[in-house]
């Protein structure tokens, strides 16, 4: 052991993250702590992925992964997200919605991969699926686009709760962020 500094050589991709480029050229070195740190700011801040508004990264998401951002997104945004179908005038569900508003699985689908033709289609259509970047069971991820659809937003704290519970999920994101009034 020399004592000094973890020796990296840089990678001149500029395509990856920082927190890769560390992975891939000296995980051993910078202490599981760091590591833990560094995935974990990843997670908590998708927005890390991206850079000049490209997908930097295309790593599937974990089935932990989507429930924490989802079941945060939604107990922070307090309200559904929907459009007004232009023949009926009648509202539903949209994965974009009026105000800027995304329902439970419309918050992980990046500006890229986003298309307006998602809207009314269900979670196992391909063009959504793939947008979310998963390789969850879609049984999952419907259950998620449930709560959101047919549940009032006061209904969501326990509807995700029965989620967690039955997908042998933590809840702890979700309780530390959110937590009810």
Same mark, same amino acid.
């Given at each position: 052991?020399?004592?000094?500094?973890?020796?990296?050589?840089?990678?001149?991709?500029?395509?990856?993250?920082?927190?890769?480029?560390?992975?891939?050229?000296?995980?051993?070195?910078?202490?599981?702590?760091?590591?833990?740190?560094?995935?974990?700011?990843?997670?908590?801040?998708?927005?890390?992925?991206?850079?000049?508004?490209?997908?930097?990264?295309?790593?599937?998401?974990?089935?932990?992964?989507?429930?924490?951002?989802?079941?945060?997104?939604?107990?922070?945004?307090?309200?559904?997200?929907?459009?007004?179908?232009?023949?009926?005038?009648?509202?539903?569900? #949209?994965?974009?919605? !009026?105000?800027?508003?995304?329902?439970? %699985?419309?918050? &992980?689908?990046?500006? =890229?991969?986003?298309? @307006?033709?998602?809207?009314?289609?269900?979670?196992?259509?391909?063009?959504?699926?793939?947008?979310?970047?998963?390789?969850?069971?879609?049984?999952?991820?419907?259950?998620?686009?449930?709560?959101?659809?047919?549940?009032?937003?006061?209904?969501?704290? #326990?509807?995700?709760? !029965?989620?967690?519970?039955?997908?042998? %999920?933590?809840? &702890?994101?979700?309780? =530390?962020?959110?937590? @009810?009034?």
């Amino acid at each position: 052991m020399n004592g000094g500094p973890p020796k990296c050589t840089p990678v001149e991709d500029f395509s990856m993250p920082f927190h890769l480029n560390v992975l891939l050229n000296g995980a051993s070195s910078i202490g599981l702590g760091n590591l833990i740190h560094i995935i974990g700011s990843t997670i908590s801040n998708p927005s890390s992925f991206q850079k000049e508004g490209t997908l930097m990264m295309n790593t599937l998401r974990t089935m932990q992964e989507i429930f924490d951002i989802s079941s945060v997104h939604l107990l922070r945004q307090k309200k559904m997200s929907t459009l007004i179908n232009p023949t009926s005038h009648n509202p539903f569900c #949209a994965y974009r919605g !009026e105000n800027g508003l995304t329902c439970a %699985l419309g918050c &992980l689908i990046s500006d =890229e991969d986003y298309r @307006p033709e998602m809207e009314g289609r269900g979670v196992s259509v391909p063009i959504v699926y793939e947008a979310l970047h998963t390789d969850c069971d879609e049984s999952f991820l419907m259950d998620l686009q449930g709560c959101h659809d047919d549940y009032e937003p006061e209904e969501w704290w #326990a509807k995700l709760h !029965e989620i967690a519970t039955r997908w042998e %999920l933590s809840t &702890l994101t979700m309780e =530390e962020q959110c937590s @009810p009034r």
